[in-house]
């Protein structure tokens, strides 16, 4: 299950929505193995396509060495499908390369993507390992701290 923060959420929807009709596409980023996505980080798609996405080789390679640094991974990796459903395509399940990140999709098709749309958007999470895609469960909360707070 992806457990994510509202405001988290929040701004990953509005990247994809600013940035229809090209694909939007980012990480999220935590402390190695805690599986909490704390630092959001949009990118820009050097494809600048409707129907396909790539982090721009030197910034992704800035970032990657930061993390590094940092004791940190990219918790999520995020991007839109302009209009098509969030789930994966061919391409992206053959490019997804870290086992331990949660794959998120955002469809701005339909109407998400306009400014001031105040519907659903379609937001799902996915595992891919080894060509292998998993739908898994995504919990929006207020703060991580009400995660622990209940659970024993």
Not at 50 to 74: G, I
Not at 102 to 114: E, F, I, K, M, N
Request: aromatic fraction near 10%.
């Amino acid at each position: 299950m992806l457990v994510i923060e509202k405001a988290t959420y929040e701004a990953i929807v509005a990247h994809a929505r600013k940035d229809h009709p090209d694909e939007a596409c980012g990480v999220v980023i935590g402390p190695e193995g805690s599986d909490r996505a704390e630092r959001f980080v949009p990118m820009l798609n050097g494809a600048m396509s409707p129907t396909y996405y790539e982090f721009v080789e030197d910034d992704w390679k800035k970032l990657y060495d930061e993390m590094w640094d940092r004791d940190e991974e990219a918790v999520v990796i995020y991007h839109s499908h302009t209009a098509t459903e969030a789930y994966p395509s061919r391409t992206d399940i053959d490019r997804a390369k870290y086992p331990t990140s949660h794959y998120v999709l955002v469809s701005t098709r339909d109407g998400a993507h306009s400014q001031t749309y105040d519907g659903p958007v379609e937001f799902r999470s996915y595992r891919i390992v080894d060509g292998k895609v998993t739908e898994e469960e995504v919990r929006v909360v207020g703060s991580y701290e009400e995660t622990s707070e209940g659970e024993d």
